[in-house]
């Protein structure tokens, strides 16, 4: 039987025990917070205390998915605090060799190559508005961790779903056509999404995937894109994944007034692990 620690005072996500990273068994959904940030032509707008913030909003909500089916009291999810860096990377793969399926919330996309940094990853599918595979040539920033994970990696397969705007080079998409990777430029369709959640393993979500109308608190928004009440409603639907580890990175608090896209970002989080308890 899991034995969770909780202390007390310790804001924690939706009110989920705290535990320690070595203490988490195959059974259990380990929700990890970031606190990875880079410096980019693009300012940050509060990335580094995204996780405070969305701890505290977290207890207004109840802990089930949309439609109450899965009751997340009855799994066994924790949350082990907030990492960056070299430590989110060794936490990230502690948990994942013990057979737990994690869920890392908050930073910039810096997230996704530290926390995958040690892991030997086969394929990942990443919603974003960007392909984040500029050159690093002022060290590595949230618009090339794209690049980074597929020269650190060899033989992995990325698939981007949502690319369009303005913010997106030329030079990027030859590189990714180079190593073969596959582009689903904006529109996507309600399947694609569907597949992508049923059959990766490894997915990152960067909130500019969504339309900034629906999800604005982000730092590099494009026109169109998904509205996020729609993308809720299509993972809902999602029965079965084959998910090991979710990331949701970029929201940007200093940007939401009222914390509007925070509580959204929040019921999305529900959602989603709603669908891992599915696993």
Excluded at 83 to 89: E, I, M, P
Excluded at 101 to 119: E, F, P, S, W
Aim: glycine share 6%; with cysteine.
């Amino acid at each position: 039987m899991q034995i969770k620690v909780f202390r007390k005072g310790r804001e924690t996500f939706f009110g989920f025990y705290y535990t320690e990273p070595d203490t988490v068994s195959r059974d259990t959904i380990a929700i990890i917070g970031s606190l990875c940030i880079s410096k980019s032509i693009h300012p940050a707008l509060g990335q580094g205390r995204a996780t405070q913030v969305l701890r505290k909003l977290s207890r207004e909500f109840c802990t089930h998915g949309l439609h109450a089916k899965v009751l997340l009291e009855d799994y066994d999810i924790v949350d082990l605090g907030d990492f960056c860096n070299k430590k989110l990377t060794s936490v990230v793969t502690q948990v994942l060799r013990k057979g737990a399926r994690v869920l890392v919330i908050g930073g910039d996309h810096t997230t996704t190559l530290y926390a995958l940094r040690d892991i030997n990853v086969a394929n990942l599918t990443v919603f974003d508005a960007h392909l984040d595979s500029e050159e690093c040539k002022e060290g590595v920033h949230h618009g090339c961790v794209i690049r980074k994970l597929i020269e650190e990696k060899d033989r992995l397969e990325v698939t981007l779903v949502g690319m369009r705007g303005y913010s997106t080079l030329k030079g990027e998409i030859e590189f990714l056509k180079q190593r073969s990777q596959r582009i689903f430029a904006w529109p996507v369709s309600e399947e694609t999404v569907k597949l992508c959640f049923r059959e990766s393993e490894y997915i990152s979500i960067d909130l500019d995937f969504f339309n900034p109308s629906s999800f604005w608190a982000v730092r590099a928004p494009e026109p169109l894109g998904f509205d996020i009440n729609h993308f809720i409603s299509i993972i809902n639907e999602v029965r079965k994944t084959n998910a090991r580890y979710i990331d949701v990175v970029e929201y940007s608090p200093e940007a939401d007034p009222g914390y509007v896209c925070g509580k959204l970002l929040l019921q999305l989080v529900l959602e989603i692990l709603s669908t891992l308890t599915q696993n």
